[in-house]
């Protein structure tokens, strides 16, 4: 095979290779070595640098192993080759399945026309909507709270306001509130301890058998359902305090 | 152009999928490389395993390479780096591990050891060796004086186009098709066993 020499300096292409390979390239751009490799054929330039590399090795007197790594490692880097080209693919699928609207990519292809009216009707239809909310809105009660008020007050809030309404008018009650300054609610006076017996008998049961109630069981229901009823600790507790 | 810079020409024709340029990256440097993990590690094979790897992964970080530093430097430390996890894994297996100590060091100089990367192979091989090593002596004498002259000097003492220009007092550019010339003969004389 006789090789054409480079058009501008007329080396002989295996002499730019000889010089690239000693690390003393021929000239100033890259232009020789992209001439060669584009002109040499590439089983060529392998048998050539193979051969200078036994060539070397001999020379300098390594009767070593001068295995071609090249020939081992191919199949590798074309099979990386392979990988890279399928990537593009794989990460185009990736978006679509995991993080985009399928039907996004679609989108993205029709002409800047159709877009442009497709996104104009989206906010037409998007106002359109709210105003029609807005409209309906005052005409509109929520039906639980409607529910609610044909029922009246529940029996839980009817015993609740029954027991505070006991506890406000109880004239030791309104002496303490009336005399107690803000920074003296913790230390309240012996003599007034007895205003403890006039609460409640479901806040004055014991231990024992703790009074249920029902404001602390609805309360309990509402906050917290997966518990379902309060907890038996639980009542103890608030019926202490 | 520096000799770096043409090695980032090939590099980057490899980063645009040029495979035969980074196959003459391979065929340039695996001696080095192969040189290098074999003062990690004394079994032939294994070091020529980790080359492999070295360039696998130079080959898959390619595109991370910025021409910063020369393409070997950074090759270099590619393959230190996957020598030094092997060392790590055999020490973890249990396997018996000796690492000598001027590793790790950038200079490309003769092992002490050289005899370590001794082709262990078959009676058959080590024969094609000698053979081959016998017509390559045979063509370095029947070259013409300033051609072995040019030749020995690069490849026996290490010096540049333009030191053996000092030296033989011609031009760089004689040095370099003296050489040439010379590589060209002796090849022709390898042929039979390159095939």
Same mark, same amino acid.
């Given at each position: 095979?006789?090789?054409?020499?480079?058009?501008?300096?007329?080396?002989?292409?295996?002499?730019?290779?000889?010089?690239?390979?000693?690390?003393?390239?021929?000239?100033?751009?890259?232009?020789?070595?992209?001439?060669?490799?584009?002109?040499?054929?590439?089983?060529?330039?392998?048998?050539?640098?193979?051969?200078?590399?036994?060539?070397?090795?001999?020379?300098?007197?390594?009767?070593?192993?001068?295995?071609?790594?090249?020939?081992?490692?191919?199949?590798?880097?074309?099979?990386?080759?392979?990988?890279?080209?399928?990537?593009?693919?794989?990460?185009?699928?990736?978006?679509?399945?995991?993080?985009?609207?399928?039907?996004?990519?679609?989108?993205?292809?029709?002409?800047?026309?159709?877009?442009?009216?497709?996104?104009?009707?989206?906010?037409?239809?998007?106002?359109?909507?709210?105003?029609?909310?807005?409209?309906?809105?005052?005409?509109?009660?929520?039906?639980?709270?409607?529910?609610?008020?044909?029922?009246?007050?529940?029996?839980?809030?009817?015993?609740?306001?029954?027991?505070?309404?006991?506890?406000?008018?109880?004239?030791?009650?309104?002496?303490?509130?009336?005399?107690?300054?803000?920074?003296?609610?913790?230390?309240?006076?012996?003599?007034?301890?007895?205003?403890?017996?006039?609460?409640?008998?479901?806040?004055?049961?014991?231990?024992?058998?703790?009074?249920?109630?029902?404001?602390?069981?609805?309360?309990?229901?509402?906050?917290?359902?997966?518990?379902?009823?309060?907890?038996?600790?639980?009542?103890?507790?608030?019926?202490?305090? | 152009? !520096?000799? =770096?810079?043409?090695?980032?020409? @090939? +590099?980057? /024709?490899?980063?645009?999928?040029?495979?035969? #340029?980074? %196959? &003459?990256?391979?065929? !340039?440097? =695996?001696?080095?490389?192969?040189? @290098? +993990?074999? /003062?990690?590690?004394?079994?032939?094979?294994? #070091?020529? %395993? &980790?080359?492999?790897?070295?360039?696998?992964?130079?080959?898959?970080? @390619?595109?991370?390479?910025?021409?910063?530093?020369?393409?070997?430097?950074?090759?270099?430390?590619?393959?230190?780096?996957?020598?030094?996890?092997?060392?790590?894994?055999?020490?973890?297996?249990?396997?018996?591990?000796?690492?000598?100590?001027?590793?790790?060091?950038?200079?490309?100089?003769?092992?002490?050891?050289?005899?370590?990367?001794?082709?262990?192979?078959?009676?058959?091989?080590?024969?094609?060796?000698?053979?081959?090593?016998?017509?390559?002596?045979?063509?370095?004498?029947?070259?013409?004086?300033?051609?072995?002259?040019?030749?020995?000097?690069?490849?026996?003492?290490?010096?540049?186009?333009?030191?053996?220009?000092?030296?033989?007092?011609?031009?760089?550019?004689?040095?370099?098709?003296?050489?040439?010339?010379?590589?060209?003969?002796?090849?022709?004389?390898?042929?039979?066993?390159?095939?």
């Amino acid at each position: 095979m006789t090789d054409r020499n480079h058009p501008k300096t007329q080396f002989d292409p295996a002499e730019i290779l000889s010089a690239w390979w000693d690390h003393e390239p021929v000239s100033e751009d890259a232009s020789e070595l992209n001439w060669l490799l584009t002109e040499m054929d590439h089983s060529r330039l392998r048998h050539k640098l193979r051969g200078y590399q036994l060539l070397q090795a001999h020379l300098q007197n390594q009767a070593a192993k001068t295995p071609d790594l090249l020939s081992s490692i191919s199949a590798q880097l074309e099979q990386i080759d392979a990988e890279r080209e399928q990537q593009p693919k794989q990460s185009w699928q990736l978006k679509t399945d995991q993080f985009c609207n399928p039907s996004a990519n679609h989108k993205r292809f029709l002409p800047p026309v159709l877009r442009a009216t497709a996104i104009a009707a989206s906010v037409i239809i998007a106002m359109l909507a709210v105003g029609l909310a807005f409209f309906n809105e005052p005409q509109q009660e929520p039906v639980s709270s409607s529910a609610q008020r044909a029922q009246g007050p529940s029996a839980n809030d009817q015993a609740l306001r029954a027991t505070l309404e006991s506890v406000a008018q109880t004239p030791q009650m309104l002496t303490v509130v009336d005399n107690q300054a803000p920074d003296q609610v913790r230390s309240l006076p012996s003599a007034n301890r007895n205003v403890v017996n006039e609460l409640p008998s479901w806040a004055r049961g014991g231990s024992v058998e703790p009074a249920s109630d029902p404001y602390l069981t609805t309360h309990y229901q509402t906050t917290a359902p997966e518990y379902g009823t309060v907890p038996l600790q639980m009542q103890i507790h608030f019926g202490r305090d | 152009m !520096k000799p =770096q810079e043409s090695d980032n020409a @090939l +590099v980057e /024709r490899a980063q645009a999928g040029d495979r035969k #340029a980074f %196959d &003459l990256l391979v065929l !340039k440097y =695996q001696q080095r490389v192969l040189r @290098l +993990v074999g /003062r990690f590690v004394r079994d032939p094979d294994q #070091a020529q %395993d &980790l080359a492999q790897e070295a360039f696998i992964k130079a080959y898959r970080a @390619l595109d991370r390479f910025r021409g910063d530093s020369a393409f070997y430097t950074w090759l270099y430390r590619i393959a230190v780096n996957t020598a030094k996890n092997k060392l790590s894994a055999n020490a973890r297996s249990g396997y018996s591990v000796s690492l000598n100590q001027s590793a790790g060091n950038e200079s490309d100089d003769p092992l002490p050891e050289p005899e370590r990367l001794r082709d262990h192979g078959t009676p058959e091989r080590l024969a094609a060796t000698e053979e081959l090593d016998q017509s390559i002596a045979r063509a370095m004498s029947k070259l013409p004086e300033d051609l072995r002259t040019a030749l020995t000097l690069r490849e026996m003492e290490g010096l540049s186009y333009e030191q053996i220009a000092e030296v033989m007092e011609c031009p760089i550019g004689t040095v370099r098709s003296r050489i040439f010339r010379a590589r060209e003969a002796v090849l022709q004389a390898m042929q039979p066993y390159l095939d």
